[in-house]
């Protein structure tokens, strides 16, 4: 074993060269045929399968989930091992990963948060640790001493989490000390998706980015409603399915309204206005939601697929 690759010797066991999660040793017997399954969100490979998946699935392994959390202030979550592979989501700090098969420097596994699957780098993984706080602000500079004028050692990253004591302007954690400004409680809901979107107004737009150096629209989405206490899944088409209620075509939009159009997705900041991360402006902008629509009316016959409201 080198270096991070040896993430937990106990769980692990060589097969064709790969290290995988040592699977319990009951049998699994399949309830019919093995099931279409969308594989964004269910951890099936053609060589190993989440032990959760069994019952539904045939796979020559089954691997066990060992817990890890982010480590690194954002890792990119990629649909193969390597550098130069799709990114198509981001763990952020304190955010867990449960690991199915490591090799190579690199974690197959899953988003605890959202199911999503893909690859992450084994060295920006460790062990879980507990978190209370969470951060706020794009991003928030960890400070060396409590001490606006002190050195900076990291800054992480909006929606990091992290264990911290709240003390005067500062939250103390091991690493060093945030701004009170820059973070909360996790336990702190905000009343408003649009106002935590709004906050993050000029973000640059990253596809698969969650708010590591950048955002794409259904991770602004996903974020936003987060921090209100509504878990959302990562993807447009999954959000437009699992989140709200359909709104009547007669009826007025308001504010937190959820837009949906081919492949993207905003916020209404009011009755005409979207905010949205978005490629055309390449960030996090607030513009006329006719505007959108106009720039997308000549590829599409359908500009706006859904409208939705979250009511509870």
């Not at 049998?27 to 998946?53: N, Q």
């Not at 989490?161 to 996790?186: C, K, N, Y």
């Not at 209620?245 to 007025?252: C, G, L, V, W």
Request: hydrophobic residues 40%.
């Amino acid at each position: 074993m080198k270096g991070s690759e040896a993430l937990s010797t106990a769980a692990c066991r060589n097969t064709r060269s790969t290290r995988r999660l040592q699977p319990p040793t009951e049998r699994f017997r399949l309830d019919g045929p093995t099931r279409a399954l969308d594989p964004r969100v269910h951890a099936v490979r053609r060589d190993i399968a989440d032990i959760a998946l069994a019952g539904l699935l045939f796979a020559p392994h089954y691997a066990q989930p060992l817990p890890r959390a982010c480590a690194a202030a954002s890792a990119m979550l990629r649909t193969a091992p390597a550098e130069d592979a799709e990114a198509v989501s981001q763990l952020l700090r304190g955010e867990r990963f449960d690991v199915l098969d490591i090799a190579g420097g690199w974690a197959w596994g899953y988003c605890v948060h959202d199911d999503y699957v893909g690859y992450v780098p084994t060295d920006s993984l460790s062990e879980p640790a507990p978190a209370d706080h969470i951060v706020t602000a794009p991003s928030a500079l960890l400070f060396s001493r409590p001490d606006i004028k002190s050195p900076v050692r990291a800054v992480w990253p909006v929606g990091a989490r992290f264990a911290g004591i709240a003390s005067d302007a500062f939250v103390e954690t091991e690493q060093g000390f945030i701004h009170q400004r820059h973070a909360a409680p996790l336990t702190t809901i905000a009343a408003d998706p649009v106002t935590v979107a709004e906050s993050l107004l000029g973000l640059p737009y990253l596809w698969g980015g969650r708010g590591g150096d950048g955002i794409d629209c259904s991770g602004l989405v996903q974020q936003a409603l987060a921090r209100t206490g509504h878990a959302a899944p990562r993807d447009t088409d999954q959000q437009r399915s699992a989140i709200g209620e359909e709104i009547a075509e007669d009826a007025p939009l308001r504010r937190g309204d959820l837009i949906f159009f081919p492949g993207h997705v905003g916020l209404m900041v009011d009755g005409t206005r979207l905010i949205h991360a978005n490629a055309h402006w390449m960030a996090v902008t607030v513009e006329p939601l006719a505007d959108v629509v106009t720039r997308l009316l000549p590829n599409h016959d359908r500009p706006i697929l859904a409208r939705r409201r979250i009511t509870s």
